[in-house]
Nanobody, 124 residues
Framework: QVQLVESGGGLVQAGGSLRLSCTAS????????MAWFRQVPGKGREFVST????????VYADSVRGRFTISRDNAKNTVTLQMNSLKPEDTGIYYC?????????????????WGQGTQVTVSS
């Protein structure tokens, strides 16, 4: 079992930055690949970024590549999403999620554990 808790959301102006953190409980954190998704009202969860269990491999959605950076610290059971050059279209609830590394990272159904989400609002 893994429990995930996100923090760091808030309100920021376009062009600004935010840093989201996800803290996991459980001794098996380092065996999971981790990801961030986001969701806006009326739409499904959108893949943002994923990082391998070791931290050696990362993938980003086209919409955030070059602006967002995902990282993890297995010693501290944390995964972080640094978001720079934020745009109004980045607004949404951001979720941290954990999956078996053998599963396809793109599908939300591949993830076994989810956090409660943290709101990010980017004003124009």
């Amino acid at each position: 079992q893994v429990q995930l808790v996100e923090s760091g959301g808030g309100l920021v102006q376009a062009g600004g930055s935010l840093r989201l953190s996800c803290t996991a409980s459980g001794r098996t954190f380092s065996t999971y690949a981790m990801a961030w998704f986001r969701q806006v009202p009326g739409k499904g969860r959108e893949f943002v970024s994923t990082i391998s269990w070791s931290g050696g491999s990362t993938v980003y959605a086209d919409s955030v590549r070059g602006r967002f950076t995902i990282s993890r610290d297995n010693a501290k059971n944390t995964v972080t999403l640094q978001m720079n050059s934020l745009k109004p279209e980045d607004t949404g609830i951001y979720y941290c999620a954990a999956r078996d590394p053998r599963r396809d990272y793109r599908a939300s159904r591949a993830y076994d554990y989810w956090g409660q989400g943290t709101q990010v609002t980017v004003s124009s």
